[in-house]
């Protein structure tokens, strides 16, 4: 590099870019969370919701499943599960594991109790209504 | 004590001279040695990450191995687990040797070192073991998880009473750190250290905030996730390698401080607004399509700085380092960097290209390569400089480099396979499951790659055989002694 550019300046120049950039990005993240409410399905988040949330979060869902993109990539996206496969069939899929068919992926019985899986259900059909900008591309996730 | 007692004790305190830091002569100051300790443990945990990767990598085929002893989350919350904790064991022994040397004194309290030594390391074994010895969600009961629930999100899986440990821990580091910094000499090398150490711990502190709206959640999930690995951990791989740099090449200071500023400003300039890139699908304004596209677009650059960096000081070195395998790290981090985080970040963070790869394979494909190539390269880099120092010579014996370089280059090129096979795997995926009008289900879709699953296994394998080998060049003594 040049010796007319000089250690001062590349140092005024990572403080001065860091903290400008920061900043920025705290302003631009006022401005999501302003805008959030009009996304993020907030108005059907009940109590029912935030039970299903914490026994995503308790059984570790995210250790195999992505929920909106994000998680493990070793079973299915499960932020459209509910489009896909419906209330029904989501529960009685979780209650029948594991299938033990050999040689196949296995998921662990997690013992929910018919409350519970209508927790979890609830917590699924409410992330499936928050708007991803139209992720995943299609139904399969 | 009679006198052959003393004879005795006497000639085992000579042979343990070379490993005594008060009489090793290699150290500047003798409490760089506490940095000795934090390394073992780094490679120790490192083993275990790579073989639990293997059980992963198997269940990807034979989808029922060890089930229900070890299921896939279980092994890959000790796989990605253990990997940042090596890490920041590897960090924090490149912070107790490098800011005593940069400062120029002792080590504030190499006491502490040693006792927060002890306390990271029996938590995080606690850690490791109560998610392979009971249900995760029984490990959430017995931790008291509800009283402040943070556990079960990615990366961040740990019992809440772990994480405020790594914060008790984090913060006996770096008051450590910090005073040592204060009383001494004030380079440009151990400012940027200790910034990135800094930010290290501030942002993880969004790990305690997990508010039951998802989209926010994930938007703060990302606080800590994104702002370390394309943030502040980008801040202390750049001190790192900046002063292996300067002790194995002599180059000037202030040609490789300018350098490291420069590096470290693109890092922050293009990083922090970047991490918009990961706000394309989760629930965030569509605006951060632009934002994110176009600032994490130019993440790579200063990566690619990384590499010309490397080189440029390498080639125009004034001395010749006995340490040959110090600088082929040095070198290496550079290169595989620049590939795996530069190279496959950008091949899918544009919002239209990473519409069809969100979540799939080739995220795994850029993940894998970036943590080696950035992270646990830079922290083999120091290791190797460092090591001999801590254990009385210049270098290793030429056998014993020559060791590590081959651990070197098989786990550099079965690193670069694994990330070929996940991204063939990965361009299969989207092809299938999310393009076309027939798209396949996701499980129709994993039996139809699964032989590049088998390829990326037998990678690992690769990998894992590098591994120990590096671990064999720590106890090749070798009589010749390299020469300069």
């Known amino acids: 590099m040049s010796a007319s550019f000089t250690k001062s300046t590349a140092r005024n120049i990572f403080y001065g870019g860091a903290v400008f950039f920061f900043l920025l990005f705290v302003a631009l993240t006022l401005d999501t969370v302003q805008a959030l409410p009009k996304r993020d399905n907030r108005a059907n988040l009940t109590e029912q919701v935030a039970r299903g949330k914490k026994l995503w979060e308790v059984n570790n869902c995210i250790g195999c499943h992505t929920l909106l993109g994000e998680g493990a990539y070793f079973a299915p996206e499960l932020g459209n599960v509910y489009q896909r496969r419906g209330p029904e069939f989501i529960k009685a899929w979780i209650k029948a594991q594991p299938t033990g068919a050999p040689g196949r992926r296995q998921m662990p019985n997690f013992h929910l109790n018919d409350a519970e899986l209508d927790d979890l259900v609830a917590f699924l059909k409410y992330s499936s209504e928050i708007n991803t900008n139209n992720w995943p591309p299609n139904i399969e996730g | ?484």
């Open chain 2, 1 to 484: 004590m009679t006198s052959s007692a003393m004879a005795t004790a006497r000639a085992a305190s000579v042979s343990a001279a070379a490993n005594d830091p008060l009489t090793n002569v290699q150290l500047k100051y003798r409490s760089q040695a506490v940095a000795k300790p934090y390394f073992v443990a780094a490679i120790g945990l490192f083993v275990g990450q790579i073989l639990f990767g293997l059980i992963m990598g198997l269940q990807y085929v034979i989808g029922d191995f060890l089930f229900p002893e070890i299921p896939f989350n279980v092994a890959r919350m000790v796989h990605t687990n253990l990997l940042i904790v090596w890490l920041l064991f590897g960090f924090m022994g490149a912070g107790y040797f490098l800011i005593p040397e940069e400062s120029e004194r002792e080590l504030h309290s190499p006491k502490l070192a040693i006792i927060t030594f002890w306390v990271f390391l029996v938590a995080g074994a606690l850690t490791i073991v109560g998610y392979l010895a009971v249900p995760y969600a029984t490990l959430a009961k017995i931790t008291g998880n509800d009283l402040l629930p943070t556990m079960g999100r990615e990366f961040l899986e740990q019992p809440t009473i772990t994480k405020i440990g790594i914060v008790l821990v984090a913060l006996s580091f770096l008051f450590n750190l910090s005073m040592t910094v204060l009383k001494g000499r004030k380079t440009s090398i151990s400012m940027v250290m200790m910034l990135g150490l800094w930010g290290l711990a501030i942002f993880f502190l969004f790990s305690f905030y997990n508010p039951d709206n998802l989209v926010l959640d994930k938007y703060f999930w990302w606080w800590v996730v994104h702002l370390w690995v394309e943030g502040v951990w980008e801040l202390i791989m750049g001190a790192m390698l900046a002063f292996v740099l300067v002790k194995v090449t002599g180059i000037d200071r202030e040609i490789i401080e300018k350098w490291l500023y420069v590096i470290i400003a693109m890092t922050l300039i293009s990083g922090i607004i970047g991490t918009g890139h990961h706000y394309f699908w989760i629930g965030a304004p569509a605006y951060w399509q632009v934002w994110g596209s176009v600032f994490s677009a130019l993440e790579p650059i200063p990566f690619f700085m990384m590499t010309l960096f490397a080189f440029n000081v390498v080639n125009k070195r004034r001395r010749e380092h006995p340490n040959k395998a110090a600088v082929l790290w040095a070198l290496g981090t550079g290169v595989m960097a620049f590939l795996g985080a530069g190279v496959w970040g950008f091949l899918h963070t544009l919002a239209p290209v990473n519409y069809l790869t969100h979540g799939t394979q080739i995220t795994a494909s850029h993940g894998h390569m970036a943590f080696y190539g950035a992270y646990a390269m830079v922290v083999m880099t120091m290791i190797s400089y460092t090591m001999p120092l801590m254990r009385g010579r210049e270098a290793n014996s030429n056998a014993a480099q020559v060791v590590e370089m081959w651990s070197f280059w098989l786990m550099t090129v079965a690193m670069v396979f694994i990330t070929l096979f996940l991204t063939a795997a990965g361009i299969l995926q989207v092809w299938m499951q999310r393009m076309g009008d027939t798209p396949l289900s996701f499980m129709a879709t994993q039996d139809k790659i699964a032989f590049f699953y088998w390829l990326r296994e037998l990678s690992g394998v690769v990998f894992f055989i590098g591994l120990l080998l590096y671990i064999v060049s720590f106890f090749i003594r070798g009589n010749e002694r390299a020469s300069a």
